[in-house]
């Protein structure tokens, strides 16, 4: 499993199908593969695992304020911008949302977003 976790940064942007997202208060994003069990006949252990490629969960903390940029309904694409290099997520969707309140602290949205393919993308500075 691997896991991108952006803690802090003033360089990094996080877009929307390219419409920039404001209010973000972290990110993390976990590589998860996905496995088919087969079992024999009157078992309870698997005999064998099947790969099936991987899932992408994303967690996104958020400004109350802004919890609108995401859309509810409909897949989208999650772009992190970091100088050079861009992770793009496709096919998002949303499968769980929490609101925090924790006493004077500002009021915060907590996203849970499943995607379905990663791709990374660099580029050269000359």
Excluded: W
């Excluded at 087969?38 to 064998?48: D, I, R």
């Excluded at 859309?71 to 992190?80: A, M, N």
């Excluded at 602290?105 to 000359?126: C, I, S, Y």
């Amino acid at each position: 499993m691997n896991e991108l976790r952006v803690v802090r940064g003033t360089d990094i942007r996080l877009f929307a199908d390219g419409t920039p997202l404001f209010g973000i208060t972290s990110f993390i994003a976990e590589e998860k593969p996905l496995f088919h069990e087969v079992y024999e006949y009157l078992s309870a252990k698997p005999c064998e695992r099947i790969p099936q490629g991987v899932e992408y969960v994303i967690r996104i903390g958020m400004m109350a304020l802004f919890d609108h940029q995401l859309s509810d309904s409909e897949g989208f694409s999650l772009t992190l911008a970091d100088g050079n290099v861009s992770y793009r997520y496709d096919g998002c969707h949303i499968v769980g949302r929490k609101t925090r309140l924790d006493g004077n602290d500002m009021a915060t949205e907590e996203f849970t977003l499943k995607a379905d393919q990663m791709t990374k993308q660099v580029t050269e500075n000359e």
